[in-house]
């Protein structure tokens, strides 16, 4: 009964019915009647049935009334004073002559004076603490309606005109751009602010971009030509590119997870070995990246082996990233033109490697002018040049080498190392040709070399050859290609001329063509279609041996070389569900050939794989299918936008991967070589599930990430105990089979804007191998998990960045990681003379905890506009603090007694210096 | 292989390339648990040489004890048919066995611990080694290389080596006297107190292992056995080295290239991990116990080459114990013999002469003059001069 009481008060207060009290009714209806010795409940429904009034109460309030009078015209204020009379009861009557019975006190009808201006107020305080995020959120989401739908212009298009001005200075904003994202219309302020840009009528998102400031955004729904007068933030000095702009909100809206930009403009100012720009020391710096050690190849993602990244070029796949053993990157920086690493959310186009994709886009050469840039560092020495040629064609050259081995001459003195020599060198070719607006023609090509050797008797050397052409033709507006045909080839190659007799040539080449043709076609407003297919043929010399000159009794051998094709088809949508959910999905099909020529053992199944279980042995000829693998590969993430500053992420992918790098050490070595999969050998296959958080704070000045993310790995290859793998045909006897697990955190915090930026990342990641419980060879650690060699758990890396001028900038940066596993020895035996280690079970134990901090300066040249060319200088340290991080951690007798010894590559700081030009 | 060579000295370029790369000393915090596998090594020769089984048991890694010798058990052969052969526990640890076996037969070794603990190998078949084609030398800027050539045959294709190196020395003063705390003379020393010339020799040789199956014929031509660097003084008089090649199949090869893995080449950037050292020894008591190390049978081959000073001329030599040797400048005469010699600290060395009689001495420092406190000077049985 009281709960039908308040609901009607409610319902009393939202139809705005003033405030009554039954003595202030003017005219009461009159009651006549006997009630001799009734309950009140009865009493009141007498009333009822004769009059207007209707009673509201508790029946246990009234149990105890007995009414017992006799009214003539009398009213029902009266009355009920009398029954009341003595009683704690109270009553109230409203205006709709409902009366209301309450104990102690009269039900209060009104509602406090400030009640809603109370609300109010408090609304207004929030959004002045919160103006910088709730107010610009607010008018970014606000529909704004312009225009008359009535108006008698019946065209579907409509004009929408308007000024823009600065927020704060309220000056027109000249050059600002207004644009909207469908069909990237577009429009340029005037010098007085003024803009005007012809729409389809209805709902569109517009874009305010102003060099250098944010990119705002106004929701409208144009009905008829409207005027928009829009505020913007204006920032005078252009600090940053469209493309910085447009990252920052991709952090939070864009649909894929574990995807991290980096523009080369970022990356210069990590300070940097030598002082040369490297793409892949600017990556390590980012959460979940990761590597065994200073000078090594290759990089881990997310507790994936090296192998593992697929590292795209301009479309080329660069099978070894480095020069001199990792000290540099394979990458010549002033190529490069922005950097995406995905690390999960791996767009449906690309495959064949379970734990990332790196792409590295390349220059196609500047539109405008003709330009020459370039550095000379302690070691090596680059130039590029690009430019215009005629009206729709571009190119860039470029190259990088190192032009003296001073620093080993210097070495020579003071060691008996003679003749040691190491050098290399890169150079890129590009050119883009505008054919006609519907197609445009690019040619990608990247040749490097490396050639290194200790001794007169012992040259390595090894190469990068890569050529892709690509052609982007637009079918019309909505449908785009691109048709990619090219040829990757690596090799390396080991000279042994210490003796006639055994002189040699070792080789090992990979060669493969690819062939891929991606489409986008979008759809509608809310759906994007990626679709298209690719082909990789495979041919791979896994080994070579020669002998070299007349006299050499080496014998010839060869790995039997091997064939494959791997062909997929894809198939995806951007579906952009509503403002706050979007979902990107895909389905990709891969289905992988093992080739002929070929002769492949085959073993008794359930067995271990061994020489003795060899059951029988198969030739096939050319062009014969020895065996196929094939099966879907998923990748769906999405977002959810909470508001317009922060958003949550969900993603799952699988992935196959059909090349297995062959390393008994834990970084990649220039001699380790690689396998196909065969029936022997299994595709590895992976699958990662991954959640997120990303926030921005203080308009876009800070971006907040968190992502959480658990992988699993099949069909992975570790070794056997005194696995020999060079030249080596029957490399299945010398695997086991294996799987792995990956699970970690990864916390990002950025600071975009400002004299003072950069990111602070944490990650903690764990990354676990077992032998799989169907291989029956060996077991390592008896079978259970064991850390693999890359297993870091805590990593921290601080990347700091102070504008101290306009011309002078300083960058710190940070970085700490647990100590990678590594297997020591726990105990000690006598043993052909000498003392010898038994080894702990597999990666027991870790090395100490790596730390180091490395400080730049970058000078920039004066900024006259005319002057012969415009220089830059980076003169820095890394390892300021000189500490002697282990890279790894031996045991060895040394005259017959066991020695421990810690190696350690940079053991004090390194000045560095470096010279930049650009005319 | 050369490759393998490579591989350390390209973690060697990279240190040096860094410039500023460093190995320091290193002692991890280790779990002191004394594993105490057993560790069980040996060859047996088939043709009457003394060749035996040696037992100990591992140490923690960071221990000075000396090697745990497995005393007491009961060590025997048996071939397929059943005969049986004991083998003689010659001092701790070391089982002794001479006798002639027949090639053609495979044979179990079996061993029974003084706690009753019984082990039991794999079979073990024989393998006649080939005789060694060549110990040859070469000098070069390098130094001088010793290498060795053989050739394998169809049983046998794996090949070990191992070898004794000796030779001979001077100090860096040499004297024929000695004094004579009786007579309060300096005498002429007899052949018994000569130490001029000495002996010195390494017994801890690396791993050498080859596999013969990759050349034409099987065979191996001029395999490193031994680099002696330049100024070494192993080469200033008169230098011996004897090398052993034993063929072993296959197994054991692996367990050797392990071994030698494991002890040389771990730790560079780009050396393997370490790996599991396997045995043909296996527990009968407990199948779970890991035994460390591997016995072959078979016969072996040796071959003792001797390198003069004068098949290496000129061969500039440094040692650094007589760096900074010199004769005193002062003459110790008679009535001081007792105060200067008496210590054994200062060797008459030179006879400082008055006429044909001879007052008195100039001493040298015991640490430059004799050779015995650096080597034995007791000729080595086998040595040739």
Known sequence: MIRKLFCVVLLALTIGSGNVFAQQIPEEEKISGLFPGISFSRFSSQIESSTDYRFYFKKTDVDSIQVNISAKDNSISQILEGIFKNTDLKYTIDEQNRVFITKGKPLEL??????????????????????????????????????????????????????????????????????????????????????????????????????????????????????????????????????????????????????????????????????????????????????????????????????????????????????????????????????????????????????????????????????????????????????????????????????????????????????????????????????????????????????????????????????????????????????????????????????????????????????????????????????????????????????????????????????????????????????????????????????????????????????????????????????????????????????????????????????????????????????????????????????????????????????????????????????????????????????????????????????????????????????????????????????????QPHNVVVVGNYELSKRLSTSLNANYSTGRPVTYPVSKFQYAGSERVYFSERNAYRIPDYFRIDFSINIEGNHKVRKLAHSSWSIGVYNLLGRKNPYSVYFTPVNGTLQGYQLSIFAQPIPFITYNFRF | MMIRKSHSLLVFLLLILAFTGCRDPFEPELTQTDFAQLVVEGYIEINGKESGIKLSRTRPVISDTDPNMESGATVMLRDEFGYQWDLQESEPGTYSFSGFLSAFSTYQLEIILNNGNRYISDNLTPIITPEIGDVGFQKDENGVDIFISTQGNDQAQYFLWDYEEYWQFKPGIQTVFIYNPETNEVDYRRPDQAINLCWNNNLFPRIILESAGKYTDKRIFQKELVNIPNRSEKLMQRYSIKVRQRAIDRESYDFWEILRKNSDDIGGIFSPLPSLIQSNISSLTDPEENVIGFVSMGQSAEKRIYINVADVFPWPFFIPEYEFCQIENDTTFISAYSRKFSSGNLIPARPIMSGTTTIGYLGAPVACTDCTLRGSNVRPDFWED
């Open chain 1, 110 to 791: 009104s509602l406090a004076k400030d009640f809603f201006e109370s609300v109010n107020s408090l609304d207004e305080e929030d959004s002045i603490s919160r103006i910088s995020d709730t107010e610009r959120a607010f008018s970014r989401n606000k529909l704004h309606v312009l225009g008359s739908s009535q108006s008698e212009n019946s065209s579907s298009t409509a004009s929408l005109s308007g000024k823009i001005t600065g927020l704060e200075t309220g000056n027109p904003v000249y050059g600002a751009v207004v644009f909207e994202k469908v069909n990237y219309t577009r429009a340029i302020a005037n010098e007085e602010g003024f803009f005007s840009i012809d729409l389809p009528k209805g709902r569109h998102t517009i874009f305010i971009q102003n060099l250098g400031g944010f990119v705002e955004q106004r929701q409208i729904s144009l009905q008829g030509d409207g005027i928009l007068d829009i505020s913007i933030e204006e920032n005078i000095i252009s600090l940053k590119e469209i493309v910085v702009s447009s990252e920052k909100m991709t952090n939070i809206s864009r649909p894929q997870m574990g995807v991290q930009s980096l523009s080369i403009k970022a990356m210069k100012k990590i300070p940097a070995i030598l002082g040369e720009v490297d793409i892949l020391k600017g990556l390590l710096t980012l959460p979940g990246v990761k590597t065994v050690g200073e000078a090594s190849v290759g990089f881990n993602v997310r507790g994936g082996a090296a192998d593992q990244n697929l590292i795209l070029f301009n479309n080329a796949t660069i099978y070894n990233p480095s020069h001199l053993f990792g000290l540099f990157s394979a990458f010549n920086p002033d190529m490069v033109e922005e950097v995406d690493l995905y690390k999960g959310g791996i767009p449906v186009k690309y495959g064949g490697r379970l734990s990332s994709v790196l792409d590295v886009k390349a220059k196609y050469g500047d539109k405008e002018k003709f330009k020459v840039s370039g550095g000379i560092g302690l070691m090596t020495g680059r130039l590029t040049v690009e430019g215009p040629i005629g009206k729709n064609t571009t190119f860039v050259v470029g190259g990088r080498s190192t032009y003296s081995d001073w620093i080993l001459d210097l070495l020579e003195e003071k060691t008996d190392f003679n003749d040691a020599r190491a050098s290399f060198y890169d150079f890129n070719f590009n050119f883009q040709h505008k054919l006609n607006a519907k197609n445009i023609i690019r040619l990608n090509s990247y040749l490097s070399q490396d050639q290194f050797r200790f001794d007169p008797d012992t040259a390595f050397n090894y190469k990068n050859q890569n050529i892709n052409l690509a052609w982007t033709h637009y079918f019309s507006e909505r449908l785009e290609a691109e048709f990619i045909v090219g040829q990757d080839r690596y090799q390396f190659g080991i000279e042994g001329r210490d003796n006639p007799l055994n002189a040699y040539d070792f080789g090992f080449e990979i060669l493969q063509n690819h062939l891929r043709a991606n489409f986008t076609y979008e759809m509608d407003l809310q759906h994007t279609l990626s679709f298209g297919a690719s082909s990789i043929q495979y041919n791979f010399r896994p080994g070579y041996i020669n002998p070299f000159g007349t006299e050499s009794i080496v014998i010839p051998e060869e790995v039997n070389p091997e064939k494959a094709l791997e062909t997929a088809f894809y198939i995806g949508d951007a579906f952009e569900i509503n403002d706050q959910l979007a979902v990107d999905f895909g389905l990709r099909y891969v289905i992988y050939n093992y080739l002929g020529p070929n002769t492949v053992n085959s073993y008794q199944p359930g067995g271990p794989i061994s020489p003795s279980t060899i059951t029988g042995e198969k030739s096939y000829g050319e062009g014969d299918i020895i065996n196929t693998y094939h099966g879907p590969e998923f990748r769906v993430s999405g977002r959810y936008n909470l508001n317009n500053i922060s958003s949550i992420k969900a993603g799952y992918n699988t992935m196959r991967q059909f090349t297995h790098l062959l390393t008994n050490t834990s970084a990649i070595s220039p001699t380790d070589t690689w396998k196909l999969s065969d029936p022997n050998i299994r595709p590895q296959w992976g699958d990662q599930v991954s959640i997120g958080y990303y926030r921005n704070l203080k308009i876009d000045q800070y971006e907040f990430s968190l992502e959480l993310y658990h992988r699993n790995m099949r069909n992975l290859i570790d070794y056997r105990s005194g696995a020999s793998l060079i030249l080596n045909n029957e490399i299945e006897q010398s695997i086991l089979k294996t799987d792995g697990r990956a699970y970690g955190a990864e916390v990002m915090l950025k600071k975009n804007t400002g004299k003072l930026n950069g990111w602070i990342s944490y990650t903690y990641s764990r990354s676990l191998l077992r032998t799989a419980s169907d291989e029956t060879a060996e077991k390592i650690n008896k079978g259970d998990y064991y850390p693999s060699n890359f297993d």
